[in-house]
């Protein structure tokens, strides 16, 4: 669809249903999704087709909205106010009050957050009145899409709308920035070049490859949130003093906690609840949460990727 403001208008307003919305930025094509529902963001899980759950950039109108999200510490604010909007994305500590779901980030105590710098971007996270988490409208493991017809031909009928706003400006994706460590650290060099960076911080940015380290998949990352309590994968049965984390038409019967990620067996709902439900039942102080299985189809194979790190062995 044209890019215009009545379609801009339907689309924050598809946004704020739950639905998915495809639209362009300086950088690339996102798929976009209200970041503060849970079910939206895991349908862009689905749609990408992402074995894993990757964390997701949120886009923002502006530093005002990302202050509710995220904690700002000065070099943070300072990098915002000077390149946003625009492409560098930061990486900074999620709030405990942010309104944002946990799928969001993958389980992360972080958020990378970013306020683009695209008419139509601006005009449509305006309009749509709340976080937008959006990765590149793209399948996992094809090229980024750099025009509205690329989104039509990789991922079809996952968006509802897909806002036409011509090619993309840079192609190139956004600079991600951590700033949760003691130096700021690129985790993935894009459209703002580092030296700009630096210049305005006043100090050498540290490289995530520095010491040969590959940080473009922080679902690999040891700060990745793991559970206290073991976990038990494929479980049948359960002792009393367990937690139980089931799926679908499954009775907990007696045992110390209990959640159903969905009782009626939808994978779309298990993941919007995946990473709240492990929280809760870590806090229960249960040594096992024993998990009943979850189909691997579709989305489910991110959900049990993440089951299964989360049950890995840990020094
Ligand atoms: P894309 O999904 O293509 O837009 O890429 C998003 C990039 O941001 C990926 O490289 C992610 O790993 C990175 N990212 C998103 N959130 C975080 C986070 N909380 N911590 C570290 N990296 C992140
Ligand atoms: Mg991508």
């Known amino acids: ?4 403001a009545e379609w801009i208008a339907e689309a924050a307003h598809m946004i704020r249903s739950g639905a ?29 087709g992402r074995p894993t759950f990757n964390p997701l950039i949120v886009h923002v109108a502006g530093i005002e909205q990302a202050l509710m999200i995220g904690s700002f510490s000065a070099t943070a604010r300072r990098l915002a106010e000077a390149f946003w909007p625009g492409p560098l994305t930061l ?4 709030l405990e009050t942010a309104n944002v779901s946990d799928l969001v980030s993958a389980g992360l105590p972080t958020i990378a957050i970013r306020a683009p710098d695209h008419p139509v971007a601006r005009e449509l996270l305006k309009e749509a009145h709340r976080p937008i988490a959006a990765p590149s409208a793209n399948r996992s493991g094809h090229i980024s899409a750099t025009r509205a017809e690329h989104v039509a031909s990789d991922l079809g009928d996952s968006a509802t709308l897909i806002l036409n706003g011509g090619p993309t400006a840079h192609g190139l994706e956004s600079t991600v920035l951590s700033l949760v460590g003691a130096r700021p650290l690129v985790l993935r060099p894009g459209a703002v070049p580092l030296d700009a960076i630096e210049q305005v911080i006043g100090e050498k940015i540290a490289r995530a490859n520095e010491s040969g380290t590959h940080l473009s998949s922080p679902g690999q990352l040891r700060s990745h949130y793991a559970p206290r309590s073991k976990l038990r994968l494929n479980a049948k049965t359960w002792t009393p003093d367990e937690a139980v984390l089931a799926f679908g ?33 870590d806090a229960s102080g249960a040594g096992t949460i024993a998990v009943t299985p979850v189909p691997t189809n579709g989305i489910g194979e991110a959900i049990n990727d993440r089951l299964e790190r989360a049950a890995a062995p840990r020094d």
Request: glycine share 8%; proline share 7%.
């Open 1 to 4: 669809m044209p890019a215009n």
């Open 20 to 48: 998915l919305v495809a639209f362009p930025t300086e950088t690339v094509y996102g798929l976009g999704a209200d970041a503060t529902n849970g079910e939206a963001v895991a349908r862009v899980f689905a749609a990408k």
């Open 91 to 94: 990486v900074v500590p999620k």
């Open 249 to 281: 038409n499954v009775a907990p019967g007696t045992c110390r906690a209990s959640i159903n990620l969905s009782p009626s067996g939808d994978l779309i709902e298990a993941a919007a609840n995946l990473f709240a439900a492990l929280r809760t039942l």
